[in-house]
């Protein structure tokens, strides 16, 4: 028995140790390595030079990359090769691990990183001995990642000791809502995630948390949060929150918007703060909301052969903005057909924020050929999806018969004959039989 576990242990070690060495799921990420060119300055921005850049992920220190002993291609300076230990495994997602031979790669630039303390308020605090620790003393980088389809966005903090090409991921920032939207109305959530290195000296001098928006040049500060002294610095944002012990506990600087409005759509951006290192990523909100058709007058006068009708279609509640109304007609013959936009007016803004905007159409019943009538629809196509109105439309004293009309009305003249025929038969009988 003491054989078998024995046995049974050595090959729980052995197992772990081969997937430590062979099973690092981990991708090779191919990476635009940026950095300022020596010497060219004077601009408002300043020259950048790209190289092509591998980063090897693993999540064990100790563990060797299994692409170590591979050859460099050609098209990759070695100087370039970085080989990346991330414990919390960010640089693992499946959404940076595409398929072998895939055209879709994920985006990924890794830059080099300057520590420094931060002068924001709610920042400031994480800095204020003054004093900058020898750990800093060391190269390094910092990279931002998205993955395939929008999935993720990562950035990360990396530390590499002097004139090596091994650095340690010290502060990792995700997102897994890189794109949201939303209806109007309804709470929000915007997934901010980081994760710090125990190992990092600094890392229990406590952190900060910052969202950001932006949109078309505007800016404005939505939340900020001093976890050092447990402050929320004052702004102008009602209805932002975060969820303090989820932030503390497990490092989720999610910012929940607690009713969705037309002004949150935009770029917001969360910061998160370390004692003189920095992680930040974007998250797109798009606040979409279909619009409300309705058709006046309804329903529809009743019309005679010749008369012009108007009808109305007011779209109302929507956003975005971008919209297409259309007309369209299904006659009692069962067909549908389109009777264009008609006369489409301006967008109005409501009070808040959401547009509006109406078409008329003229039915004409003499040009547009609408029989005997049948079903008007306003159809308007939207980002929110897609919404119809319907109203009949009846025509009376219709001029030309259909072919179904002709039919019955020979019908009921051969009936109409026949009784004639047979109430005179029957007086010429009754007539000749009195004469007798």
Same mark, same amino acid.
Request: net charge negative; with cysteine; hydrophobic share 35%.
């Given at each position: 028995?003491?054989?078998?576990?024995?046995?049974?242990?050595?090959?729980?070690?052995?197992?772990?140790?081969?997937?430590?060495?062979?099973?690092?799921?981990?991708?090779?990420?191919?990476?635009?390595?940026?950095?300022?060119?020596?010497?060219?300055?004077?601009?408002?921005?300043?020259?950048?030079?790209?190289?092509?850049?591998?980063?090897?992920?693993?999540?064990?220190?100790?563990?060797?990359?299994?692409?170590?002993?591979?050859?460099?291609?050609?098209?990759?300076?070695?100087?370039?090769?970085?080989?990346?230990?991330?414990?919390?495994?960010?640089?693992?997602?499946?959404?940076?691990?595409?398929?072998?031979?895939?055209?879709?790669?994920?985006?990924?630039?890794?830059t080099p990183f300057l520590p420094q303390p931060s002068t924001l308020q709610w920042a400031a605090a994480l800095t204020d001995s003054g004093l900058s620790p020898i750990y800093l003393q060391a190269d390094w980088f910092s990279a931002a990642v998205q993955g395939l389809n929008r999935q993720l966005?990562?950035?990360?903090?990396?530390?590499?000791?002097?004139?090596?090409k091994e650095p340690n991921v010290v502060l990792s920032l995700s997102s897994k809502t890189v794109s949201v939207k939303s209806r109007l109305g309804v709470p929000v959530v915007l997934d901010c995630r980081f994760w710090t290195d125990s190992s990092f000296p600094l890392s229990g001098s406590g952190f900060a948390v910052e969202w950001r928006y932006q949109f078309r040049g505007d800016g404005r500060l939505v939340l900020a949060y001093d976890g050092k002294t447990d402050?929320?610095?004052?702004?102008?944002?009602?209805?932002?929150?975060?969820?303090?012990?989820?932030?503390? /506990?497990?490092?989720?600087?999610? !910012?929940?918007?607690?009713?969705?409005?037309?002004?949150?759509? +935009?770029?917001?951006? &969360?910061?998160?703060?370390?004692?003189?290192?920095?992680?930040q990523v974007a998250v797109d909100l798009e606040i979409v909301e279909p619009p409300s058709l309705s058709i006046y007058p309804s329903p529809l006068p009743l019309a005679v052969p010749g008369q012009v009708v108007t009808v109305q279609c007011e779209a109302s509640g929507f956003a975005p903005l971008t919209m297409e109304l259309n007309w369209e007609f299904l006659g009692a013959d069962g067909k549908s057909r389109s009777l264009g936009s008609g006369s489409v007016t301006g967008h109005r803004q409501a009070w808040d924020g959401t547009y509006s /905007?109406?078409?008329?159409?003229? !039915?004409?019943?003499?040009?547009?050929?609408?029989?005997?009538? +049948?079903?008007?629809? &306003?159809?308007a196509v939207h980002p929110g999806g897609s919404r119809r109105a319907s109203v009949t439309f009846n025509v009376i004293g219709f001029s030309t018969p259909s072919m179904e009309d002709s039919m019955a009305m020979v019908g009921v003249a051969l009936v109409l004959y026949g009784l004639i025929k047979l109430v005179s038969w029957t007086f010429t009988s009754s007539g000749s039989n009195n004469t007798e």
């Open positions: 028995m003491t054989t078998i576990s024995t046995t049974y242990k050595l090959s729980l070690v052995a197992l772990s140790c081969f997937i430590q060495v062979y099973g690092n799921s981990c991708p090779v990420l191919e990476c635009w390595f940026l950095q300022e060119k020596v010497g060219r300055g004077g601009g408002l921005t300043a020259a950048m030079s790209q190289e092509k850049s591998l980063l090897h992920v693993r999540t064990d220190a100790h563990s060797r990359h299994p692409e170590s002993g591979q050859q460099v291609p050609s098209d990759v300076n070695a100087e370039r090769v970085y080989y990346i230990t991330d414990p919390a495994a960010t640089l693992c997602h499946p959404s940076l691990n595409p398929p072998r031979g895939s055209v879709q790669k994920p985006q990924c630039e890794i966005a990562l950035a990360s903090v990396m530390r590499a000791p002097t004139a090596t402050r929320l610095a004052e702004t102008q944002e009602d209805g932002a929150t975060l969820d303090f012990p989820g932030l503390h /506990q497990k490092g989720n600087a999610s !910012l929940i918007l607690q009713e969705a409005k037309v002004h949150h759509s +935009g770029t917001y951006i &969360c910061t998160v703060y370390l004692p003189y290192l920095l992680a /905007q109406s078409t008329r159409l003229e !039915l004409d019943t003499t040009k547009l050929d609408l029989g005997r009538g +049948g079903e008007v629809s &306003c159809v």
